[in-house]
């Protein structure tokens, strides 16, 4: 059974600039949700894919947008980046029925922005 | 809205203690509860997952209990060990959407 993977792990970018992180998600898996952590915080909802559509939003602006793909991997892109964007990005993958998620999350990794 | 806190925020105890940490949420139409532990860095490691319709969990030296009705959920971790140290997370399942995270309970068993 292959576990939630992310690329890259770290990466530095200047304000401004857009990044995109990757995320596959556990075999078996439908769904994907994306969470930022900035340091000392627990993680905080950005969004959720399901069915390549997204299914759910927390409270970050339109710049933070993604992807879902047929085979279920997901992509976080985030637009015109902030000092305040520096954390490290979480991917999980869950099984979902009719969206609503039924079971344990799985955690990657994590990607670690930082905006200079 | 759901908002999750945790008691400690940072606990620091000899190995072979048993410990209890504790996890307060404020919606209790929540789905499931799920317990994670997380190394400086890294991802987020599942430990338990406490179904709406259960009472507890264990694995192995890890017990998690849920109340819906008074908003809490606690983790036992019996015989503390040093590879134990690290910060523990309780995420409240939100309708199925989306998981509500605590801010975590930074553990550190001395040897």
């Known amino acids: 059974e292959t576990g939630v993977t992310q690329s890259p792990t770290h990466l530095i970018k200047t304000r401004g600039q857009q990044v995109t992180l990757r995320c596959s998600s556990q075999s078996g898996h439908n769904t994907v949700s994306w969470y930022q952590q900035a340091l000392g915080q627990g993680p905080q909802f950005i969004f959720q894919?399901?069915?390549?559509?997204?299914?759910g939003r927390g409270n970050f602006p339109p710049r933070f947008s993604g992807l879902q793909f047929p085979n279920y991997s997901s992509e976080l892109n985030v637009n015109a980046l902030e000092l305040d964007d520096s954390a490290l990005y979480l991917c999980a993958s869950s099984l979902s029925s009719g969206g609503a998620n039924t079971g344990e999350l799985f955690f990657g990794e994590g990607s670690r922005l930082t905006v200079l | 809205k759901q908002e999750v806190t945790q008691i400690p925020a940072a606990l620091s105890v000899p190995e072979g203690e048993n410990l209890v940490l504790n996890c307060s949420f404020t919606?209790?139409?929540?789905?499931?509860l799920q317990w994670f532990r997380q190394d400086p860095g890294k991802g987020l490691t599942s430990l338990l997952l406490?179904?709406?319709?259960?009472r507890e969990q264990t694995s192995g030296r890890l017990n998690a209990s849920l109340d819906k009705s008074s908003g809490r959920s606690t983790l036992y971790i019996a015989a503390s060990q040093p590879g134990d140290s690290a910060t523990y997370l309780c995420a409240a399942d939100n309708y199925g959407q989306n998981f509500v995270f605590g801010p975590g309970t930074r553990l550190s068993v001395l040897p």
């Open positions: 894919y399901y069915r390549e559509e997204e299914n």
């Open positions: 919606d209790s139409a929540i789905y499931n």
């Open positions: 406490i179904q709406s319709s259960q």
